[in-house]
């Protein structure tokens, strides 16, 4: 029987590279996302079987609707790629707490709900592998982004101890972080007038998520999602200070008048 995979925020960007990627090495795809656009990926990925899922994973009856319809198919799961997420720019004093919230709500909490039962599915099973998006604002201050780059921080971290407790059950965890990537993700987060705004100088997220899939099937730890200069500027994140990364970051983040 094909192997089957669970790829969240699969209808856009790097979600749906990573639903791409794994259809071509041979998984079926249980795709989630918010919109209709979901409902595209089959017609797309004619290789494979594509479940489309359309469900708000910033609440918790889109979280359970997403797992019912995993549980429904009755087969092992061997990918999980918690991947959904969304930011929201602007200055922290104008910035609306209730959208704040709601990416708390999507980037962590869903995150945590799902990996739930994923890991437990998983460790049943006694194999798997699950992909975590995190970010490179993991590893910076992200003015201008203030509670976004947290919640990839959390991811991250998250990934790290989660990795560590499901060895003993033959389950890997590998955090994905990309750098800047041409989605549209700052578009979304309101971010058109900042330097993050414009898609011309980030990476194609095709290779961030080839490189997400290498290292989820080579079960590593975690790996940097974009070019040279992306893997060199995550590099300079483990060693500059806070407050040397929190000003370069604001030159990206902070919106133009
Ligand atoms: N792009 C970057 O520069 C960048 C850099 C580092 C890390 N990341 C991380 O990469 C991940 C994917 O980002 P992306 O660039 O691919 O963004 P994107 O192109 O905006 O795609 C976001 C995906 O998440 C889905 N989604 C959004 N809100 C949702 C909700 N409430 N419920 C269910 N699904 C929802 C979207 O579904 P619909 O389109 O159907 O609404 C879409 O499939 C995120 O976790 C982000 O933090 C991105």
Redesign the pocket.
Known sequence: MRQLALV?????????SIAADLASRGYDIVG???????EDLASELTQTVVHPV?????TRE?VDQVWREVEALDRPLEVAAL?????LGGGFLDTDIEEEL?MIA??IT?QVLLAKHVTRRMSEQGHGGILI?????ALTPTPYESI?GP??AFMLSFAEGLREEMKEHGVTVTA???????????H?AGMDNTV?GNNDW??D?GLVARQGVDALMAGKDHVV?GDAKTRRSALLNRVLPDSVKARRFAKSSRPTP
């Open positions: 969240t925020g699969a209808s856009a960007g790097i979600g749906r989630v996302g918010s919109s209709a656009k979901v359309r469900a708000d994973l910033s889109g991947n959904a997420g969304r930011s709601v999507l980037n869903s998006t995190s970010s490179l604002s976004y919640t990839r994905l972080l990309p750098g800047a990537t041409a989605t549209d993700f700052h979304s993050f980030k990476n997220p999602g």
